[in-house]
């Protein structure tokens, strides 16, 4: 799982969107609109996001309706000191490149 959350965060382009909200939904479960909000992304950026991570099954939904709560999958939450991890060595970085 290491090398898969390497591939996602820190090797990608998006992989800084992806992690915010990944550390979002480990602190409470969030609709897209909601985590837009919260991140200070536009809509269609949190949906893109959501729907790789959803693909990758790093996070899940009960619901595919409008107003659907996104939940960190226990995949992700078995591997989630792994994402910290990798998310403390590369968030500086992410940071630089506003």
Known sequence: MDK?????IA????????ARII??????PYN???LSEKLSLD???VKYHINVLEENELVTSPGKN???LYFLSERM???YDSFLEIWDEFKDDFNKSK
């Open 23 to 28: 550390k979002e939904l480990e602190n409470r």
């Open 66 to 68: 409008y107003g659907a």
């Open 77 to 79: 939450e078995e591997s």
């Open 43 to 45: 809509y269609k950026t």
């Open 32 to 34: 897209i609109n909601k």
């Open 4 to 8: 898969f959350l390497w591939k996602i």
């Open 11 to 18: 090797s990608t382009k998006g992989g800084n969107n992806r």
